[in-house]
């Protein structure tokens, strides 16, 4: 069943876009321990791989079920639009023991054993220590994993930010929300996900965070329970070419141009964020009916979706496109 947010009066006047330096720290220490979205982030795996060997991160991950509940005071919803990982680090530190202590046994409780495992015992035990442990831990992930990098998150993500704000002003909260991921649905007062599990919630006046993520990519992530704020994560845009190196290039290996053919590969490499047939036509120097044929291709074999912002149609790389195109083919 799917997760349903439902909206009154007061909430569609209360919708805003943030960034969360901690969200992506949480984040990236999941995808470490996540083998499925590796393909999404190599070029970031190896420079992060030795520093990273000193990271004891198994009581995190502890917390961190592939499906189910995962502690929210860990990774609340931002504070502010523009928080800075210091001030969200606070807030978890300052989190009520009693609280925390009931979020950590509940998904403890999805992973069997994982309460009666010497790490979920201490955990459970002194849950005010539990929160400074796991303060700790996310504080030292920032250090390694993330801010080095995060100049560029940061500006991919109000990139992000800002396009979906323009598209607002453009079309309107009930057009916007399904173009931020297909699994997103409006019909006029509730917005409906269509992931694992079955979740409802009156916004109750509180009206939604939307929020782009890099790491999480490429999931979209709600149901925070009261007192958080809700909130929408979903897959940021421009992921493609977040990692590549100046001066790299960007162009298509010879492998991908062995496997797909001069053309194809071309359009699949230039895909680093979503264009039109137009753009990739003039970008690569081809007639835009040769382009128009290889995205058809491309987008066949479950290389590419599509989708229309206004009058223009604009194609993207699925994770299967994306993970060929970043190791070359």
Same mark, same amino acid.
């Given at each position: 069943?799917?997760?349903?947010?439902?909206?009154?009066?007061?909430?569609?006047?209360?919708?805003?876009?943030?960034?969360?330096?901690?969200?992506?720290?949480?984040?990236?220490?999941?995808?470490?321990?996540?083998?499925?979205? &590796?393909?999404? &982030?190599? &070029?970031?795996?190896?420079?992060?791989?030795?520093?990273?060997?000193?990271?004891?991160?198994?009581?995190?991950?502890?917390?961190?079920?592939?499906?189910?509940?995962?502690?929210?005071?860990?990774?609340?919803?931002?504070?502010?639009?523009?928080?800075?990982?210091?001030?969200?680090?606070?807030?978890?530190?300052?989190?009520?023991?009693?609280?925390?202590?009931?979020?950590? #046994?509940?998904?403890?409780?999805?992973?069997?054993?994982?309460?009666?495992?010497?790490? /979920?015992?201490?955990?459970?035990?002194?849950?005010?220590?539990?929160?400074?442990?796991?303060?700790?831990?996310?504080?030292?992930?920032?250090?390694?994993?993330?801010?080095?990098?995060?100049?560029?998150?940061?500006?991919?993500?109000?990139?992000?930010?800002? $396009?979906?704000?323009?598209?607002?002003?453009?079309? =309107?909260?009930?057009?916007?929300?399904?173009?931020?991921?297909?699994?997103?649905?409006?019909?006029?007062?509730?917005?409906?996900?269509?992931?694992?599990?079955? @979740?409802?919630?009156?916004?109750?006046?509180?009206?939604?965070?939307?929020?782009?993520?890099? $790491?999480?990519?490429?999931?979209?992530?709600?149901?925070?329970?009261?007192?958080?704020?809700?909130?929408?994560?979903?897959?940021?845009?421009?992921? #493609?070419?977040?990692?590549?190196?100046?001066?790299?290039?960007? /162009?298509? /290996?010879?492998?991908?141009?062995?496997?797909?053919?001069? =053309?194809?590969?071309?359009?699949?490499?230039?895909?680093?964020?979503?264009?039109?047939?137009?753009?990739?036509?003039?970008?690569?120097?081809?007639?835009?009916?040769?382009?128009?044929? &290889?995205?058809?291709?491309?987008?066949?074999?479950?290389?590419?979706?599509?989708?229309? @912002?206004?009058?223009?149609?604009? @194609?993207?790389?699925?994770?299967? =496109?994306?993970?060929?195109?970043?190791? =070359?083919?």
């Amino acid at each position: 069943m799917p997760f349903r947010l439902r909206f009154g009066d007061d909430d569609l006047m209360r919708c805003r876009f943030a960034v969360s330096p901690l969200w992506e720290t949480q984040e990236a220490v999941r995808t470490l321990g996540r083998p499925d979205r &590796h393909g999404y &982030h190599p &070029h970031w795996l190896r420079r992060i791989r030795g520093a990273s060997r000193g990271l004891d991160l198994e009581t995190l991950w502890l917390l961190m079920p592939r499906r189910g509940y995962n502690p929210d005071f860990l990774g609340p919803p931002p504070i502010g639009p523009a928080a800075t990982f210091e001030e969200e680090i606070a807030a978890v530190r300052a989190a009520d023991p009693r609280m925390a202590g009931v979020e950590i #046994a509940r998904a403890l409780a999805e992973t069997p054993g994982a309460a009666e495992s010497a790490r /979920g015992r201490a955990l459970l035990a002194d849950p005010g220590r539990a929160v400074a442990e796991l303060a700790g831990l996310m504080e030292a992930a920032w250090r390694v994993l993330v801010e080095p990098e995060w100049p560029r998150l940061r500006a991919l993500l109000e990139a992000d930010v800002a $396009f979906h704000s323009r598209r607002l002003a453009e079309v =309107g909260l009930g057009a916007l929300l399904p173009e931020l991921d297909r699994r997103l649905a409006w019909d006029g007062r509730t917005l409906t996900l269509d992931l694992a599990g079955e @979740y409802g919630r009156e916004l109750g006046g509180q009206g939604l965070v939307l929020m782009p993520s890099v $790491f999480s990519w490429p999931d979209v992530v709600s149901g925070f329970d009261p007192p958080w704020q809700p909130t929408v994560v979903y897959p940021a845009r421009g992921l #493609a070419g977040l990692w590549a190196e100046p001066g790299a290039g960007g /162009g298509a /290996g010879d492998a991908l141009v062995r496997l797909l053919g001069r =053309g194809r590969a071309a359009v699949l490499a230039a895909l680093d964020e979503p264009a039109s047939t137009s753009a990739l036509a003039h970008r690569l120097g081809l007639a835009a009916s040769s382009v128009s044929a &290889h995205l058809t291709v491309l987008r066949e074999a479950g290389l590419l979706t599509s989708r229309r @912002y206004g009058h223009q149609v604009l @194609y993207e790389r699925t994770p299967l =496109g994306m993970a060929l195109a970043a190791s =070359g083919g």
